[in-house]
């Protein structure tokens, strides 16, 4: 099994710490561990030209690691997202990999991989960047198993710095999170049965496809996976009324988008 360990800090220590934590709890020598420091990457700024919505990710005139970047997630049978929170953001790095992989939210290449987010910060701005990485791995398709949100100063006991003192159960309470989330994660990247998703993710779901009529590539791209009239990403059976839920919110959205495509082409 192959774990990839996304590191948006530009420095090695509390982000990577808590990853390392998680690895240690792992403890199982079938795994592999790729760990990937954006900064040692050159990644560029997104320019905005869309060509990656409108034509395909491969006419992005950025040369640089991205596409290094995306081959090694791809890849991934697990993915841990770390980040510290920097100005009530996530650091540089990361924004530019997700600038970078926009394209995911509409045509999702990680259906189903298992994820684990982590949130280190001193205290301020860790719901923000929590809610944003939830939104961007959901939204590239990740099945999202939980967020590890941690005060830095509170958790590690060597950090003088700050107003925040280490305190000891919240140490423990953390340990106590991953733990679980831990166990979680082993159950779910060993099982093979399909989650099955929520009104919400269905209405996600139904949302995106959306996108099907305005662009090309993604109606590509959805078409060539089969999701164009499957009741979501994967075959996976809903019950009577996620299943109507379903094929309601498709007929609404299907009205929608066809009138929004008529009024573009006569624009
Ligand atoms: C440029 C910069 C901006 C930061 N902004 C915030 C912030 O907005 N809120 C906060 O709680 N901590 C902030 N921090 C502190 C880090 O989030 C915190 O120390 C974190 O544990 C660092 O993790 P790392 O060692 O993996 O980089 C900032 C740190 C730096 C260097």
Redesign the pocket.
Known sequence: MNVVVLVG?P?K????NICKEIESRLGNTNITYDYIFLNDYEIKDCRGCELCFKKSEKFCPCRDDISLIRKKIMLADGIIFAT?????QVPAPLKRVIDRMAFLFHRQELVGVPAIIVV???????KQVSKYMKMTVTGWGCNLLGTISVI?PMYFENKKDSVWGYNERYHNKINLHIEKLVHKFKEVVESEVPRIPSFYEIFMFNCLRSKTFTSQADHDYWKEKGWLDSDYFYNVPLNPFKKIFGTILKRLINLASKKLKNRICES
């Open positions: 800090s420095r220590r509390d982000s990577l510290p929170v920097y100005a009530y280190t910060s001193d205290g301020g701005g860790h830095s």
